[in-house]
T-cell receptor, first 113, second 109 residues
Framework: KAGVTQTPRYLIKTRGQQVTLSCSPI?????VSWYQQTPGQGLQFLFE???????NKGNFPGRFSGRQFSNSRSEMNVSTLELGDSALYLC????????????FGPGTRLTVT | GIQVEQSPPDLILQEGANSTLRCNFS?????LQWFHQNPWGQLINLFY???GTKQNGRLSATTVATERYSLLYISSSQTTDSGVYFC???????????FGQGTELSVKP
């Protein structure tokens, strides 16, 4: 079975721009979660989607949004980029929403200049 | 919310040595995961271990849920074991994992 895939793997954007990241879960997985990793804050939960519905949301500003499609693929969008948004963005998939083993993709490394 | 603490924060070993990494959590949990973050940033699943002991090659893990801790054992360490090890527990609903700050392991040849 193919693992979780994320595109693009690397991205350089300018302050004020917006960006869309994509995540394709493992086949059969219906839950997709997004995390931000920075040296200062560690790994922080952004949000989780299950069957196209956002089930949980972390403590991030409204500039961070996401969605999930009927095939379980998910996208996250960051508008009006700030320098502090530079981070590794990881997505994870799971068969169910809560309490099940999560599998992570390779991540998208975003640099905001 | 739940707190997850890992120790030690850093560990330097000579190849062939054994090590124990610890993960403490502040509230009861119904599962726990251990990950190894490779140099490219991907989190590799090591164990999904709500309780008890599991082994996979040179690695094993034990979770004592009643005492709110988990241990990851690495035996006969190799340079490829280097990287950051994270434990994570679920919190609330909806797929949220709370991660510890990680243990950075460096194995020297």
């Amino acid at each position: 079975k193919a693992g979780v895939t994320q595109t693009p793997r690397y991205l350089i954007k300018t302050r004020g721009q917006q960006v869309t990241l994509s995540c394709s879960p493992i086949s059969g997985h219906r839950s997709v979660s997004w995390y931000q990793q920075t040296p200062g804050q560690g790994l922080q939960f952004l949000f989780e989607y299950f069957s196209e519905t956002q089930r949980n949301k972390g403590n991030f500003p409204g500039r961070f949004s996401g969605r999930q499609f009927s095939n379980s693929r998910s996208e996250m969008n960051v508008s009006t980029l700030e320098l502090g948004d530079s981070a590794l963005y990881l997505c994870a998939s799971s068969t169910q929403s809560t309490g099940f083993e999560q599998y992570f993709g390779p991540g998208t490394r975003l640099t905001v200049t | 919310g739940i707190q997850v603490e890992q120790s030690p924060p850093d560990l330097i070993l000579q190849e062939g040595a054994n090590s124990t990494l610890r993960c403490n959590f502040s509230d009861s949990v119904n599962n726990l995961q251990w990950f190894h973050q490779n140099p490219w940033g991907q989190l590799i699943n090591l164990f999904y271990i709500p309780s008890g002991t599991k082994q996979n090659g040179r690695l094993s893990a034990t979770t004592v849920a009643t005492e709110r801790y988990s241990l990851l054992y690495i035996s006969s360490s190799q340079t490829t074991d280097s990287g950051v090890y994270f434990c994570a527990v679920p919190y609330n609903q909806g797929g949220k994992l709370i991660f510890g700050q990680g243990t950075e392991l460096s194995v020297k040849p």
